[in-house]
């Protein structure tokens, strides 16, 4: 029952959270424009894509303490699940993509499913067996829509059209990314490397979605923190990784593998 409303809960927030180009349209100025675009930036490439993705689903880095509940928190704001729905469901993804049992596979679930719907997917617990024991990302998912009650509410009070700018339309950006990643990046596109699934890499995804469009490339090595496998893959979420790996070496580290 409390899984059913979960799933429900984030389907009518993203919902809502697709509506918001109305109002972007109709009232927002170009600083409401630039601080979405903006929050867009910190929430999918430091978020979903350094964190969610490439630390604690496949621990191909590590990171500074700061950076791992940083990346978490602005993973979360981007209202696209917890950290441990999302990593238990991409873990899954990988041990089975592109077959039957794959949780987002458009070549069996379909485009739509899969790249609106995808909020029905059923985590499995057995994927983030460690995830579940800390105690960070266990409140996290346990009180997940009450922190985005609170952060809904506090920008309504601050400005109702900051609740638009800073919350909801970078809310649907990424959701619309990183779901074009789950489809189009196993239907369109070129392949580097002959994997066993459907993986392709889609350029411009590469460029919107701070590197996750070398998808190919990571289904070729996806324990590899950097997707880009030529000199013009450019992916910035790998460049800005080693840049911290480089500033902070083997020190004040934690391993990612939880």
């Not at 059913?4 to 972007?24: E, G, R, T």
């Not at 009232?27 to 903006?38: E, Q």
Request: with cysteine; hydrophobic share 45%; proline share 4%.
């Amino acid at each position: 029952m409390k899984e059913n409303y979960f799933k429900w809960a984030l389907f009518f927030s993203q919902v809502i959270a697709h509506l918001s180009i109305i109002p972007m349209i109709m009232y927002g100025s170009l600083h409401h424009w630039l601080i979405g675009f903006f929050v867009y930036f910190i929430t999918g490439c430091f978020g979903m894509t350094m964190t969610y993705h490439r630390l604690l689903s496949h621990a191909s880095w590590k990171a500074p303490k700061w950076f791992h509940y940083f990346g978490s928190l602005a993973g979360t704001y981007g209202l696209t699940g917890s950290t441990i729905g999302w990593v238990a469901i991409h873990r899954e993804h990988h041990v089975h993509t592109d077959d039957e049992d794959d949780p987002h596979s458009p070549a069996y679930k379909g485009f739509f499913r899969v790249q609106w719907l995808s909020m029905f997917d059923k985590p499995n617990p057995r994927y983030v067996v460690k995830l579940i024991r800390n105690k960070f990302h266990l409140f996290i998912h346990k009180y997940y829509f009450l922190i985005h009650i609170a952060i809904a509410t506090t920008w309504f009070i601050i400005d109702p059209m900051l609740l638009v700018a800073a919350y909801l339309f970078p809310a649907m950006i990424l959701w619309n990314a990183g779901s074009f990643i789950n489809t189009l990046s196993h239907m369109i596109g070129y392949r580097n490397h002959e994997t066993s699934d459907n993986s392709t890499n889609v350029p411009v995804l590469g460029i919107l979605m701070w590197g996750e469009g070398w998808h190919n490339n990571h289904h070729a090595n996806p324990n590899n923190s950097s997707f880009q496998h030529k000199w013009w893959e450019f992916d910035m979420g790998g460049w800005f990784i080693k840049r911290l790996e480089e500033k902070n070496g083997k020190n004040h580290t934690i391993q990612s593998s939880i």
